[in-house]
């Protein structure tokens, strides 16, 4: 009698179990790259949007009778004067002489997608339309300049 049960136990084969998970390790192998460069694109176009609001602030700011006088804000007040928190964006202005009377600007954020990369820049400026992008063409120190 107990030949018998274990001659009618059904299941699945030691082969069957290691296709399995073969199969089940080549679609996570394609899926987390994928995952990883959806998370990746998210944040450049987060950072592009950011971007283009600073943008179209900074030209209200100047364009406003209540607020600017015809120039874009001071380096040191424009996020407080514009309402944005601007912790990660470098704002540079073309006051040398601290007159508070900007006639250019340029704010640029820098993102590492990966380590193994060079920094990307995006950035905005007074001189363009939209935001613009730099793939490692220059360093934090020189990224981007003033146009």
Known sequence: MFKKLIRNQEGFTLLELIVVVAVIGILAAIIVPQ???????????????SLANIQTRLEQYKLSEDEGDGSYPAAGTWTSDLGIDGTDYTYVDDDEDNTNKQSKYTVHYAINLDDDSDDEYLYVDSSQSGVQDTLGETDETTAPSLP
């Open 35 to 49: 995952v990883s460069e959806i998370q990746d694109d998210a944040h450049e176009k987060s950072v592009r949007a």
